[in-house]
């Protein structure tokens, strides 16, 4: 079996049944100017049993093409929202 990419972010939109749309941040260093600068990227994610919510923080892993845009499913929820 191969290594899954996890990605970790936070629910910014509920986009259809059991999809969830995510930004992940990652920090890098400016090629000119040496400052560490804060990507952004948002990505799709499966939530089979609909238990999202916008604001939660979750863990999702990669696996086999869902849809034309959908490649990750939830693997847990760090933080939820109340």
Known sequence: MTHKREI???VVKISGDKTA???VERRV???RYHKVVKRFKKYLVHDERN???VG???VAIECRPL???KSY???SVVVGVK
Request: proline fraction near 5%; charge should be positive; glycine fraction near 4%.
């Open 56 to 58: 939660d923080e979750i």
């Open 29 to 31: 260093m400016h090629p």
């Open 8 to 10: 970790q972010g936070n």
């Open 67 to 69: 849809s034309k845009t």
């Open 73 to 75: 499913r939830l693997k």
């Open 21 to 23: 749309s995510i930004v």
């Open 51 to 53: 238990e999202l919510k």
